[in-house]
C-alpha cells in the first residue's frame, strides 16, 4: 500500500473513532493451534494462513520449526515495526531504515513446571524482554524519531500485552475418546 493511502487510512480512521469511540472495541481474529504430532503444531487463521511451530531436540522436538516463544517475539516485533511505520506515514515522516529486533530470556524450568530450592514456582514467563529499534528516515530529526518509536510503542499491542501481563480466561471442553 502506498504512503498515501496508509496515512490516508490512519486519518480516517482517526476521525471515525474521535466521533464514535465506541467503533473502537472489535473481537481480534482467532488463532487456532492443532497438535499435529511430537511437539509439532499448527497455527492457523480464518484466512488459510497457517505456521507451524516445535520445539528444540534438547527438548523433545524436531527443532526444524520456530518455537511459540519465538512467534511472540516475532509477534512483538513486527507488530511494533507496523505500528511504527503506520505513524511516521501519518506524521509525512519518509522511513529509509526500520528494523526491530525483540529478544528475551527465559529459564526452561519453569516450561517444565520446576521450583526453586525454596519450594517456589519458576515463572515460565520470559524474565526480560529487549526491543532494539533502528530508524532512519530523509528529513527527520533524531529527536523526532525517537519521540515517534517511543511513542509508538505506548501503542503497540503486543508490546503492551505483554508488558501489562493482559489476564488471560481459561475454558477447558474434555472431548471423548
Known amino acids: 500500500m502506498a504512503a498515501d493511502s496508509i496515512a490516508a487510512a490512519w486519518h480516517r480512521a482517526e476521525s471515525a473513532l474521535q466521533r464514535h469511540p465506541e467503533m473502537g472495541l472489535h473481537d481480534d481474529a482467532p488463532a487456532t493451534a492443532r497438535w499435529a504430532k511430537g ?3 499448527i497455527a492457523s487463521h480464518a484466512n488459510g494462513t497457517q505456521v507451524q511451530t516445535d ?3 534438547e527438548l523433545g522436538g524436531t527443532g526444524d520449526r520456530v518455537t511459540p516463544g ?4 516475532a509477534g512483538m516485533a513486527s507488530c511494533t515495526a507496523t505500528r511504527i511505520a503506520m505513524a511516521a506515514t501519518a506524521q509525512d515522516i519518509e522511513l529509509t531504515l526500520l528494523e526491530v529486533v525483540t529478544s528475551s530470556r527465559s529459564d526452561l524450568r519453569g516450561l517444565l513446571g520446576m521450583h526453586e530450592s525454596d519450594g517456589s514456582p519458576v515463572p515460565a514467563t520470559p524474565r526480560d524482554v529487549q526491543m532494539h529499534v533502528r530508524i532512519a528516515a530523509r528529513g527527520a530529526s533524531d529527536e523526532r524519531l525517537r519521540t515517534l518509536v517511543e511513542q509508538s510503542c ?3 499491542p503486543m ?3 505483554v508488558r501489562d501481563a493482559v489476564p488471560i480466561g481459561l475454558r477447558i471442553d474434555i472431548a471423548s475418546g
Open 70 to 73: 519465538w512467534l511472540l517475539r
Open 55 to 57: 520445539m528444540a531436540t
Open 159 to 161: 508490546a503492551r500485552a
Open 39 to 41: 511437539l509439532r503444531v
Open 154 to 156: 505506548e501503542c503497540s
